[in-house]
């Protein structure tokens, strides 16, 4: 188990240094996003086009890599969706439990379907080089490969997470195995006791 665990926690750490990236790339994306909208009114306003659709295209990437690469690290953060009609009320124990069966049954079997589904589109795209079809678009090939980069890192996540759920479940304690967001004690960010 200590292996495996050793494993967890450098796919964790690959997943927290990726959601640093993309921290940065929001900041990027909102930055561009507020340029094509000044670009945009301001080219109304003196009659020019400052705005152009590779800038366009870039801020739709920059979205795309957001959501893409900040998935995993959402999951390893424990900031994913999850209903929380039971679950906020179960002990360590149920919510390792819950987490472990919806990591093996869901996330796992659609991150390898996902791969399996893109993989064509991805090595057509790359093979032709393909760009976007709008005028002074930006190439789509990269963007369509960071698919396959982002299930990767999702699934390597997801195995991480059941590792550490097992190990919750064979006596192990959340914080331990890194999993305070199990702990009914542990204190929620912005400073409010009871865990999740």
Known sequence: MDGLL???????ALNRRVGGFVAWLTALMV???AFNALARYTGRFVDLQ???NAWIELQWYLFSLVFLLGAPWALRSGAHVR???????LGVRGKAWIDLVGTLLFLVPFCVF???????????SIAVGEVSPDPGGLPRWPIKAVVLLAFALLLLQGLSEAVKRVAVLAGRSPQEVGLEELDPTATEPGGVEGGR
């Open 50 to 52: 400052l705005s152009s």
């Open 31 to 33: 930055a561009v996003g």
């Open 6 to 12: 050793s494993a967890a926690g450098l796919v964790d």
């Open 114 to 124: 996902a791969l399996w589904a893109s993989w064509p589109a991805v090595r057509e």
């Open 83 to 89: 209903v929380d009609v039971l679950y906020g009320r």
